[in-house]
Nanobody, 127 residues
Framework: VQVMESGGGSVQAGGSLELSCAAS?????????????LGWFRQSPWVERETVAT???????LYPPSRKGRFTITKDNAKNTIYLQMDNLNLDDTAMYYC?????????????????WGRGTQVTVFE
């Protein structure tokens, strides 16, 4: 399995951005994108890798409390793609954003539980 992120860029504070993550070369073991858990994570020089959102095999979603409300994760099984809609962005959202696949139908918020990672896409928020 491979995952590749796209859609990053520079956006003014208060603006919106949508990231995409295309998954290829499924299945991973017994899993396909429709039965796997995938997630979005981010990391910056001043913040360690943290979970942004996850989506599981039933399209159930998990968000850390600090992210709920501004970020929305969705999945399109037909396109083998997940998305991250980010609204009302602020300067603290500046980071490299990564997509990952877990190889399990259910999600955990722990990034270490994910097996396959993309190379990331940079999001920069300016005033």
């Amino acid at each position: 399995v491979q995952v590749m992120e796209s859609g990053g860029g520079s956006v003014q504070a208060g603006g919106s951005l949508e990231l995409s993550c295309a998954a290829s070369a499924y299945p991973m073991g017994a899993y396909s994108i429709s039965t796997d858990c995938l997630g979005w994570f981010r990391q910056s020089p001043w913040v360690e890798r943290e979970t942004v959102a996850t989506i599981d095999s039933t399209d159930g979603t998990l968000y850390p409390p600090s992210r709920k409300g501004r970020f929305t994760i969705t999945k399109d099984n037909a396109k083998n793609t997940i998305y991250l809609q980010m609204d009302n962005l602020n300067l603290d959202d500046t980071a490299m954003y990564y997509c990952a696949a877990r190889g399990h139908g259910w999600c955990l918020l722990d990034p270490d539980s994910f097996r396959v990672w993309g190379r990331g896409t940079q999001v920069t928020v300016f005033e």
